[in-house]
């Protein structure tokens, strides 16, 4: 029960769609969109809560961060050379986190100290969200520089070059994740 019980669960999901008929101007930003769920703990003591966040968390941890990048792009002829032509990405975070049903019995030292822990839970994977973000604005980037040769073979150039940016993204979590402990540092343990 002394080891930290958070992790964050990457999933990512990249959306290829090539749409050659995409219309709109460059955005200036990738889009963000950004969910928060929670499912529910109960408990009047440490470890009934502990037990609860055990049985009903996101796998070994208490919260998790989810983040996808997706996009679409048009390409064309430009200087002999086939380049993208306009591109937007988007970056959904989804963020899940424990919602205690205090107990009437519940000590107020167990509130403040489940209050600590549910900010430090966020203050983690805010990080994470970051990650996400940071991820997304690397991804288009990367994927307006994209030039090839032939337009015959772009299209594979495009998941290359977003796949190796979101495996970047990926390495931040791990490595982030690594350097805090998975959260511990930043007093996501309970109890």
């Known amino acids: ?3 930290p019980h958070r992790h964050v669960s990457i999933v990512l999901l990249v959306a290829l769609t090539a749409l050659s008929a995409f219309a709109g101007a460059a955005s200036a930003a990738p889009k963000v969109t950004v969910t928060t769920t929670s499912y529910t703990i109960w408990g009047a003591t440490e470890a009934a809560i502990r037990s609860s966040l055990d049985r009903r968390g996101p796998g070994r941890f208490d919260a998790s961060t989810r983040w ?8 064309g002829v430009q200087g002999g050379r086939c380049v993208v032509t306009s591109a ?3 970056t959904r975070i989804a963020y899940l986190y424990p919602r ?3 107990a009437a019995s519940a000590a107020s030292a167990l509130r403040v100290r ?5 900010a430090s839970l966020r203050v983690h994977e805010a990080g ?5 973000r940071t991820t997304g604005v690397q ?3 990367a994927l307006r520089r994209v030039s090839t040769s032939s337009c015959a073979t772009i299209r594979q150039a495009i998941v290359r070059t977003v796949a190796r940016e979101i495996a970047r993204g990926q390495a931040a979590d791990r490595a982030y994740d690594a350097r805090t402990g998975h959260g511990a540092s930043q007093g996501a343990r309970f109890p």
């Open 88 to 90: 937007a990405v988007e």
């Open 128 to 132: 994470h969200g970051r990650n996400g």
């Open 1 to 3: 029960m002394g080891s």
């Open 68 to 75: 996808a990048v997706s996009y679409r792009y048009r390409f």
């Open 139 to 141: 991804a288009e980037a």
């Open 100 to 102: 205690w049903r205090v």
């Open 114 to 118: 489940w209050n600590r822990h549910l």
